[in-house]
């Protein structure tokens, strides 16, 4: 900025005088577990909540795949989330920001996942597919609530609406869902 001339470089100068390097998360991923561990006992403590467990094939995603761009704070906030989104004593995908629960859902095959009507065509993106197979997750979790869903996802109930009859999955499903 100084070579820009979009900063005084006596300014720089009078500023620069320790500089300290912090590697990005993901060039230390070793903290990541210790991390998470510290941030869920913290936000247990202070929310007043039980101390949930993380599921270990998510926890593994955080700490070995998923590139954590805003680093420490982004895990943070992350986790603050999970643990208020909890309503059990273990932290699903679902628990988090949909843009990490997005992120595990398209990197991890859900093997016991089982879709309620048939499987969009070959038409329709991967994209589609995995963010109908996470609607289908997140009804079933909720028993069919969809304002539960709509606040578990971050959106608004009328968005969750139109999510579910563009992705075909209206009213039936929803149903199949309750009484399953």
């Known amino acids: 900025m100084v070579r820009e001339g979009r900063f005084r470089a006596d300014l720089y100068y009078r500023l620069n005088v320790v500089s300290v390097a912090i590697p990005p998360l993901r060039e230390r991923r070793e903290d990541i577990p210790l991390l998470i561990d510290h941030f869920v006992r913290r936000f247990a403590d202070k929310y007043n909540r039980s101390l949930p467990q993380l599921d270990p094939d998510l ?105 579910l009859k563009k992705l075909g999955l209206e009213k039936q499903a929803v149903i199949h869902v309750r009484n399953a």
């Open 59 to 163: 926890e593994a995603f955080l700490v070995h795949r998923y590139d954590w761009p805003g680093n420490v704070r982004e895990l943070e906030n992350a986790v603050e989330h999970a643990v208020l989104f909890c309503t059990g004593d273990r932290i699903e995908a679902t628990h988090f920001p949909p843009a990490i629960a997005h992120a595990y859902l398209a990197n991890t095959p859900n093997p016991t996942a089982r879709p309620l009507t048939p499987s969009p065509s070959g038409a329709h993106s991967d994209r589609v597919a995995r963010e109908r197979e996470h609607l289908l997750a997140v009804l079933s979790e909720t028993g069919g609530n969809l304002s539960e869903a709509a606040r578990r996802l971050g959106i608004a109930r009328t968005t969750l609406y139109r999510k």
